[in-house]
T-cell receptor
Framework: AQTVTQSQPEMSVQEAETVTLSCTYD???????LFWYKQPPSRQMILVIR??????QNATENRFSVNFQKAAKSFSLKISDSQLGDAAMYFC?????????????FGKGTLLTVNP | NAGVTQTPKFQVLKTGQSMTLQCAQD?????MYWYRQDPGMGLRLIYY???????DKGEVPNGYNVSRLNKREFSLRLESAAPSQTSVYFC???????????FGPGTRLLVL
């Protein structure tokens, strides 16, 4: 079974600085999808970024980028120019690409605090 | 565009009571999902519906039933609530199994 590990329960960053959140996963599949979701205090789960494993290029969405290391099974999220609104719980998630594989497997999350 | 909506937002039940959590999406998605989130954990899949007319068990289906009423709506029923079912429940939808899942705002359920 696939597992997703987020080794940092909590992280903090100064406003305008850069922070990197770590995620590792275990799978025997060669094709799969990885995601970062943000959950602010409102509890709404918001997609931050998505990466297809077959793509070598790291995904980027404005101030958010990933460092995808397929061989190392590592998928870290970098937040540049951190803003107060970035404070939230961040979840890394994995999904296989098989025809019947619908399940997202989530890590336990990293709570990010942004200090003014 | 509302996306994924869930009702109610918060509910308190007594042990043994039943209730149905409602979910609807207006994105014309084929697949819908129910997850639960417990403290200190990520979300875990309860049931999913790959397409209208089909449902399948996820990781933690015991104590729950689901109904895919039509393409838009996917409900989760607790027949006899237990304190272990105290959790936050999220509904999600996606175009198909290869596409991104989009989540509703969640329902917080407290079983006393």
């Amino acid at each position: 079974a696939q597992t997703v590990t987020q080794s940092q329960p909590e992280m903090s960053v100064q406003e305008a600085e850069t922070v990197t959140l770590s995620c590792t996963y275990d799978t025997s599949e060669s094709d799969y999808y990885l995601f970062w979701y943000k959950q602010p205090p409102s509890r709404q789960m918001i997609l931050v970024i998505r990466q297809e494993a077959y793509k070598q290029q790291n995904a980027t969405e404005n101030r958010f980028s990933v460092n995808f290391q397929k061989a190392a099974k590592s998928f870290s999220l970098k937040i540049s120019d951190s803003q107060l609104g970035d404070a939230a719980m961040y979840f890394c998630a994995y999904r296989g690409s098989g025809g019947s594989n619908y399940k997202l497997t989530f890590g336990k999350g990293t709570l990010l605090t942004v200090n003014p | 565009n509302a996306g994924v909506t869930q009702t109610p937002k918060f509910q308190v039940l007594k042990t043994g009571q039943s209730m149905t959590l409602q979910c609807a999406q207006d994105m014309n998605h084929n697949s819908m999902y129910w997850y639960r989130q417990d403290p200190g954990m990520g979300l875990r899949l309860i049931y999913y519906s790959a397409s209208e007319g089909t449902t399948d068990k996820g990781e933690v289906p015991n104590g729950y039933n689901v109904s895919r009423l039509n393409k838009r709506e996917f409900s989760l029923r607790l027949e006899s609530a237990a304190p272990s079912q105290t959790s936050v429940y999220f509904c999600a939808s996606s175009q198909d199994n290869r596409e991104t899942q989009y989540f509703g705002p969640g329902t917080r359920l407290l079983v006393l």
